[in-house]
């Protein structure tokens, strides 16, 4: 007896203790587990605690081993990676506040709360984004509502319910109340993701058949809806089978007389109709002596007749043709090409030449035809949305504002033209607010019913960048700011406002509610088009210059620089070929003058002009313009240039253009002295940048010529006597923009810090209304990898010298290698990599591989690498490969650098073990990321280092005993050395330089 009272109170101390430590640990906050928030709206996501202070606060998106927190207060500070940029906010309590919620809200957020006393707590909360149905029940086809409704069937036929426009995904099944007779099958289930909206549309068909007469079914079609998006979760309908007589055999239709009369009146009513159509139309026809006028252009395919034209000119309301008025002063600068930064703005209509194109309507048939014909007239009257398709610098924008400029010049427009880019636009971004940006720069105040005119009016919107846009999150702002211009104005119910959204354009479900629209949209060659499912609708593919329009555009072109008072010369708009071709002819003649002047072509064979700096100047035959731009045209086709931008129109005008203002000499910014031949400078140019680039010797090209020559040719490109005495001013701003520009369209293929560029060295271009800066280095990157493509053997020279240099001072010279030669990564792939050229073979790899760069990137698993420098603008795909392979074959990495966050996607992909030297620079590290990477670098011994600079860290106090338990050295005496010096020796920590103190005091802590 003692020994079971002796047991039982053990047993009850035992579960005295485990309840006691289980009450310890009992959470003292209480945050929700899920929550749910409609699309558009906002939320506040909070958690109670006891009477508890709160010390600091933080919400991470995800795995908080993986990420950093995206909101955080500490000692009433907040912050985070994702505050202050307006979809993210956090109260002083630590609350998470989501404005405007999108898709890419949706997900799991943890809390972590730090209290006074030291201890922490550590919550879950998902949250949904939810779109609420378009109905408030399941909708069955033959009913109107959600109640019960009762109709007659045929024999046989079958019966549908559907959910429109819901998210999350709403399942749907029937269920057979009760039946009598009526055969029911087994219902099929569609369900179909709307990629523009996000939503799901849902719907379920069940088939039936009626054996006889006078049976009957009750059937229900029953909604899975667990987020409460429905007001009614189900739907009924009673089906009767009693369209028959007492033996079974169908009624006779007994009102047959009836049908025939109704029929008869019906049609002479519509005879009546049409013959005082006709007599209408041939009054006016008479009224206007048979003249219809001549259509623009800019009638589009919107124009389907001119009785409609007339029709809607006269219901074109007064603020509709005041808000024409204002579009057309915004849209002016589109009616010009700005040229060289010492030029005036060139009239588009003077150099303005159309392209090939592939066009393939909705129906699936095809045409071939150049840009021109897509200006013409009802080309597309048939459909409702033209997908624009081409490479970068193909001439899309260009093709919208030849669209645009027809627009302005008619002077009696039947439709509203909305021009705009779509750069930072998601799918949910409103046209209106598209529209702002341009409107606030010309003072639009006066505008404030943009919406209401859209609305009532036939609409062509022509959305530029289309591949811009962000389908997959809301990750990219979705609205404008318009400041004091804002635009607003009431939209009723058959137009919703959401029909004006970039998506809802887009989308063929809006087209009823839209059908007043019709939408032109550009994109690049490798945007998901068939994936967004638009590959359905028109597509026109530019195709580029053919040899004819690259000749029509150089004479074009050489007749607007030959004459230097063209602008008085010929008129602004609608000039013509023949009037171009007047003004130059015009020139010539006067030109004749000129009698100390040397020709401009002594040999008209070859083409090349000499190099003598006693030629002044030229003079002008009659013949002379065409020997000019023949000879342009060689000279480009002699150095590869028409094949190398025949598909990037825009980038081929500008050196068209450059190379045909040299040639011509009596232009207002040519140099009236040592006129140089471009020709026989590029070509000199390319020899001496090789043997710079291979040290090899060659009197003629020695760095003091070189540089001299490099002058001459950036003279001839980009300076002129007017730039030296007009400066032009260059921000860092301006450089930045232009780069971005650059690169937008594929000119340059490098990023370079703009405050490394020199703005000597600096000068800006324009084109098709857009700022493109061209660095000189670029410029002579291009030349001299043209040079090395055509002499092969200066390979081995180069990958000699390559090592000596820095990657980022030559890595634009092997970017343009590979693009002129696709196999030159693989075939120099060795000395790029023992000099270090890492990020450089990356990102080749990935340009030229054209999908295949797993296979590439696994020829580079045997080598020893070292990783200079690793940030944020390389291929998160092909990092994310490399570094799997690595893992898998144990390659030895000799050093590797990560920039930013950018390591967190394939931080768990290294091989710490294999890896000597590993730095993080600019990165916030979770305690769990912190401790992962020291236990990978204790799996193998032996001299590494391990370096931090300008990192953060969050709190290791959780991590205590882990920390404790790794097999460090630790003699007393680090206790007392700085945080810099006593890290693990083994590790050799060089420096570490942390924003945040309490690091220093918690690692101290950890070993003391």
């Known amino acids: 007896m003692a020994f079971k009272i002796s047991w039982t109170l053990e047993l009850f101390l035992v579960l005295g203790v485990v309840c006691f430590f289980s009450g310890g640990s009992h959470s003292r906050m209480s945050c929700p587990q899920s929550l749910k928030v409609e699309k558009g709206n906002n939320i506040t996501v909070s958690c109670s605690h006891a009477n508890m202070t709160l010390v600091s606060s933080y919400w991470y998106k995800g795995d908080p081993s993986l990420t950093s927190p995206i909101l955080r207060i500490e000692e009433g500070e ?112 569609t369900e179909e993701r709307n990629i523009f909206s996000d939503s799901w549309n849902t719907s379920t068909q069940i088939e039936y058949v009626a054996t006889s007469c006078d049976q009957q079914a009750i059937l229900l079609c029953l909604a899975q809806d667990d987020m409460d998006l429905l007001m009614y979760k189900n739907s009924s309908i009673n089906i009767n089978s009693d369209n028959c007589t007492a033996d079974g055999t169908d009624i006779e239709d007994k009102s047959l007389g009836t049908t025939v009369i109704v029929t008869v009146v019906s049609l002479s009513v519509c005879l009546s109709v049409a013959l005082i159509t006709c007599f209408i139309c041939f009054i006016r026809r008479k009224t206007n002596n048979g003249n219809d006028g001549s259509k623009t252009p800019g009638d589009l395919e919107l124009n389907n007749s001119h009785a409609k034209h007339s029709v809607s000119r006269q219901l074109m309301t007064d603020e509709a043709r005041y808000v024409i008025t204002c579009l057309k002063e915004v849209y002016k600068p589109y009616c010009f090409f700005q040229g060289l930064p010492f030029e005036n703005p060139i009239p ?32 597309f009257i048939n459909e409702r949305l033209v997908i624009i398709i081409g490479n970068r610098g193909s001439g899309k924008t260009t093709l919208l504002t030849q669209i645009v400029k027809a627009w302005i010049d008619e002077k009696d427009n039947d439709f509203v033209l909305i021009f705009t880019s779509l750069k930072g636009a998601t799918k949910d971004t409103n046209l209106t607010d598209l529209m702002k940006q341009n409107m606030s720069a010309y003072n639009m105040k006066d505008i404030k019913c943009l919406e209401e005119t859209i609305k009532d009016h036939k609409c062509l919107v022509l959305l530029d960048g289309l591949d811009e846009v962000s389908f997959d999150d809301g990750s990219k702002s979705g609205s404008v700011d318009g400041g004091d211009n804002k635009l607003t104005c009431s939209i009723d119910a058959n137009m919703p406002h959401k029909c004006l959204t970039v998506g809802a354009l887009l989308n063929a479900q809006y087209k009823n509610n839209c059908s007043n629209m019709k939408v032109w949209a550009t994109t690049r060659n490798e945007y998901p088009i068939k994936e967004l499912g638009l590959d359905r609708n028109c597509k026109v593919l530019l195709k580029g210059f053919s040899n004819e329009q690259i000749q029509h555009y150089i004479r074009k072109t050489y007749s607007y620089f030959v004459h230097p008072d063209r602008q008085n010369a010929c008129t602004l708009h609608h000039a013509s070929d023949e009037k171009l071709e007047d003004c130059a002819n015009e020139s010539t003649e006067n030109n004749h ?82 006129t140089w031949n471009l020709a026989s400078v590029t070509d000199y140019m390319i020899n001496c940048l090789m043997s710079k680039l291979t040290r090899e010797c060659n009197p003629e090209c020695d760095q003091r010529n070189i540089s001299f020559l490099e002058e001459k040719a950036l003279e001839l490109t980009f300076e002129g006597s007017d730039f030296h005495t007009n400066t032009y001013p260059i921000t860092i701003q301006d450089i930045e923009e232009a780069i971005d520009e650059a690169i937008d369209i594929g000119i340059l293929q490098e990023r370079h810090l703009a405050q490394s560029i020199d703005k000597k060295s600096v000068k800006t271009a324009y084109s098709g209304n857009r700022d493109i800066l061209f660095c000189c280095q670029y410029f002579q990157d291009y030349f001299a990898a043209c040079g090395f493509v055509k002499n092969p053997q200066n390979f081995q020279k180069l990958s000699q010298n390559l090592s000596k240099y820095k990657e980022k001072e030559f890595i634009s010279l092997v970017k343009f290698l590979c693009n002129l030669k696709k196999s030159f990564v693989e075939e120099h792939c060795d000395f790029l990599l023992k000099s270090g050229w890492f990020n450089c073979v990356i990102n080749c790899l990935y340009e030229v591989s054209e999908g295949e760069y797993e296979k590439k990137i696994r020829k580079l698993c045997d080598k020893e690498i070292t990783i200079r420098s690793f940030g ?19 390659v030895k990495l000799h050093s590797v650098i990560f920039l930013g966050e950018f390591s967190n996607i394939f931080l768990k992909e290294l091989c710490f073990s294999s890896i000597e030297k590993v730095e993080f620079a600019k990165k916030h590290f979770t305690a769990e990321d912190f401790v992962y990477i020291l236990k990978e670098m204790t799996k193998n011994h032996g001299k590494k280092q391990l370096r931090f600079v300008m990192c953060d860290l969050d709190d290791l106090s959780e991590k205590r005993e882990e920390i404790q338990n790794m097999d460090f050295p630790r003699p007393a005496v680090y206790r007392k050395q700085n945080l810099s010096d006593m890290v693990f020796q083994q590790f050799n920590f060089e420096t570490l330089q942390w924003k945040v103190g309490k690091v220093k005091r918690l690692v101290n802590d950890v070993l003391s």
């Open 78 to 189: 907040p912050g985070g990676k994702e505050y202050s940029k307006g979809h993210y906010d956090i109260t002083d309590a630590g609350a998470m506040i989501i404005t405007g919620a999108t898709i890419h809200h949706e997900g799991v957020y943890w809390f972590l709360s730090y209290f006074d006393d030291g201890s922490f707590e550590k919550h879950k909360v998902n949250v949904n984004v939810t779109i609420t149905p378009y109905h408030v029940c399941p909708v069955i086809d033959m009913c109107s509502s959600c109640k019960v409704c009762s109709k007659n069937i045929n024999k046989t036929g079958s019966i549908k319910c559907s959910i429109t426009n819901s998210r999350p995904k709403l399942t749907l099944k029937w269920m057979i109340k009760s039946r009598k007779g009526i055969e029911i099958f087994t219902p099929t289930l």
């Open 348 to 379: 588009a209509d003077y150099l303005y030449t159309g392209c090939q194109c592939q066009v393939t309507f909705s129906s699936g048939a095809k045409d071939v035809v150049t840009s021109d014909n897509l200006l013409a007239k009802e080309y």
């Open 593 to 674: 003058n000129l009698s100390n002047k040397k020709s401009i072509l002594e040999d008209e064979k070859v083409g090349l002009l000499e190099t003598s700096e006693q030629h002044k100047g030229p003079t002008c035959s009659k013949d002379s313009k065409n020997n000019i731009c023949e000879n342009v045209y060689k000279f480009l086709e002699k150095y590869d240039i028409i094949n190398s931008f025949r598909e990037a129109p825009l980038l081929f005008c500008l050196i068209a253009r450059i190379y045909v203002a040299t040639f011509v000499v009596e232009i207002p910014f040519a140099k009236k002295t040592d």
């Open 872 to 890: 944020s603008h390389y291929h998160e795909s092909v990092v994310t490969s490399f570094f799997q392979k690595c893992k898998e074959t144990n």
